[in-house]
């Protein structure tokens, strides 16, 4: 299982029985607001964490999520997730989610750092990127935090019930990525 250590938290890969923990920030209106899913059922949350432990065994694998494990109350708070979203062009994709208890500690743009990290070091990627609903400014805010730049908007690219939404697109580049973790 692969463990990221934080200086608050850990990520680890996220198992069956972390479902509940799960439900217990995606079942919230606030935290799927800007998101294509939710608020989560039990059986939705339970039927989304299977998939991911599922996940975890294809090969080539190309999605990993990990659980934002809080260290001195050890409670599951959020997750982070990198997706490769091109093998033959290396680029990925993060996203990250925060129980909102714990929101403005800065847990968010520590776990998309780590995420970044983790692709350009661990899986060799070339690019990474993340999007945001523009609606979404404490979201677009950790992208800028991490050091990725906003390349534009793209125009109603995700449908969330019957009404079509934009994204924030954001980037950082290997090279772009070592200066930045240098000087960070």
Not at 6 to 13: D, H, N, P, V
Not at 97 to 107: F, K, S, T, V
Request: proline residues 2%; charged residues 25%; aromatic residues 10%.
């Amino acid at each position: 299982m692969k463990k990221i250590m934080g200086s608050t938290f850990i990520l680890r890969e996220l198992t069956l029985e972390d479902w509940g923990e799960v439900h217990s920030y995606a079942s919230l209106e606030e935290v799927s607001r800007y998101q294509s899913w939710g608020p989560n059922t039990e059986s939705q949350s339970l039927e989304f964490v299977q998939a991911i432990v599922d996940e975890a065994e294809r090969r080539p694998r190309t999605r990993y999520v990990f659980a934002v494990v809080h260290l001195e109350q050890n409670k599951l708070v959020g997750s982070g997730e990198i997706n490769i979203r091109s093998i033959h062009h290396k680029q990925g994709e993060i996203s990250y989610i925060i129980h909102p208890d714990y929101w403005g500690r800065g847990l968010a743009s520590e776990t998309a750092r780590l995420l970044i990290h983790f692709g350009f070091h661990s899986l060799e990627l070339h690019r990474i990127f993340g999007t945001c609903d523009p609606k979404n400014k404490a979201s677009a805010r950790v992208l800028e935090k991490v050091g990725m730049l906003k390349e534009g908007q793209l125009r109603q690219n995700i449908r969330i019930e019957h009404a079509w939404r934009d994204s924030l697109l954001f980037s950082v580049l290997a090279h772009e990525w070592k200066v930045f973790s240098e000087r960070s």
